[in-house]
């Protein structure tokens, strides 16, 4: 059955620190990896998704995500993290009826 | 862009009363949607997923007598929380297929609706 796991809960940066948000995925196939972001009482925004081809893939607000089938894995990251980007992170695997992880939730030191 | 709206964003309700929860894609036909909820500080949990014309799917664990979902044409889902208690209390959200379900549909999502029930 697919999963995901996003082993950390809570991270806390620093403006403009660089940032990795941690997602694992168990997948019977090609795996189908997404991001999105939700802030506080707000549905859901999707960042970046990965189906095939190249295993870096760009998004918007300027977050990226690495492929990695060896390890299971499609973090995401961002070089510079901007104060609204506060915010809860998911990754998700499968297609409409996808499957969440646990999220991770974001938060910006000034 | 391809957009879906949920109403209500948020509703309060008594105990035993039964709720309606709405989701349309509005520029678009969507033969699957999806129904997830979200409990606080937690992910968010496939409920089931609406057929146009057909039956729900429902997930393993979810009370389909007490969520009943409605997929009556390809623009409007709806869910409708029967005989809520304290404990249905959550965020639910719905999502909608751009076309077929095949992995490179789009998936869009609704802004959520806020239930409470007292």
């Known amino acids: 059955a697919q999963s995901v796991t996003q082993p950390d809960i809570h991270i806390t940066v620093s403006e403009g620190a660089s940032l990795e948000l941690r997602c694992n995925y168990s997948?019977?196939?090609?795996?189908?990896l997404f991001w999105y972001v939700q802030s506080p009482g707000q549905g859901l925004q999707l960042l970046l998704k990965?189906?095939?081809?190249?295993?870096l893939v760009q998004g918007i607000k300027g977050f990226e995500a690495e492929f990695k089938r060896s390890q299971s894995s499609f973090n995401l990251r961002k070089p510079s993290v901007h104060w609204s980007d506060a915010a809860e992170y998911f990754c998700?695997?499968?297609?409409?009826?996808?499957?969440f992880g646990a999220g991770t939730r974001l938060t910006v030191k000034p | 862009g391809a957009v879906v709206s949920q109403h209500p964003s948020r509703v309060i309700c008594k105990s035993g009363t039964s709720v309606k929860i709405e989701c349309r894609s509005l520029?678009?036909?969507?033969?699957?949607m999806f129904w997830y909820r979200q409990f606080p500080k937690k992910s968010l949990m496939l409920m089931a997923t609406?057929?146009?014309?057909?039956?729900?799917?429902?997930e393993q664990g979810v009370e389909k007598d007490k969520f009943l979902i409605n997929h009556a044409s390809l623009t409007l889902s709806t869910l409708t929380v029967t005989s809520a208690h304290p404990e249905d209390s959550s965020f639910y959200i719905c999502?909608?297929?751009?076309?077929?379900?095949?992995?490179?549909?789009?998936?869009?999502f609704g802004n959520g609706t806020r239930l409470t029930v007292t």
């Open positions: 999502s909608a297929i751009l076309g077929r379900l095949d992995y490179n549909s789009p998936l869009h």
């Open positions: 609406s057929n146009e014309g057909s039956k729900a799917t429902y």
């Open positions: 520029d678009f036909q969507a033969t699957t």
């Open positions: 997948y019977g196939a090609t795996p189908y």
């Open positions: 990965y189906f095939s081809g190249d295993t």
């Open positions: 998700a695997v499968g297609a409409g009826d996808m499957r």
